[in-house]
């Protein structure tokens, strides 16, 4: 039996897919931010230690750590919402037979994957 998958230096990593793009850039712009994060907060730190305060470094930290949740809770619903809704809708097909077409909101990931499942539910029914 043969490996049919190609070696790690020529598969391909980046499918452009949009979860893919999203994921990279917030990725990108968390390390970035958190390089940001630690140059001001040591320059702030240097000022605070002097007046004797520590409160703006705090506020500081919990500020970009609140920003890195929200974007990180935006995203993992845009993600998990689809694919909830998509098996959801999978499990009532298969349990009732009723064919509904799958819908998902405006804006979510996943709408090529929904479209993609509803043709081929579609085909199914008029087999």
């Known amino acids: 039996m043969t490996n049919s998958r190609p070696p790690f230096f020529k598969r391909k990593y980046f499918l452009g897919s949009p979860v ?17 994060l630690m140059r001001v907060s ?7 230690q002097e007046n004797g305060t520590l409160v703006t470094v705090t506020a500081g930290v919990f500020l970009i750590f609140s920003i890195y949740i929200g ?33 998902i909101r405006k804006g979510d990931l996943f709408s090529d994957l929904n479209q993609l499942i509803n043709e081929a539910l579609n085909k199914s029914q008029k087999k």
């Open 42 to 48: 040591d320059a702030v730190l240097i000022r605070a």
């Open 71 to 103: 974007i990180g809770l935006l995203i993992s619903n845009r993600i998990a919402g689809p694919l909830f809704r998509i098996e959801n809708e999978l499990r009532e097909y298969i349990k009732s037979g009723d064919l509904k077409s799958i819908r």
């Open 20 to 36: 893919q793009k999203i994921f990279l850039i917030y990725s990108l712009a968390m390390g970035f931010l958190s390089i940001l």
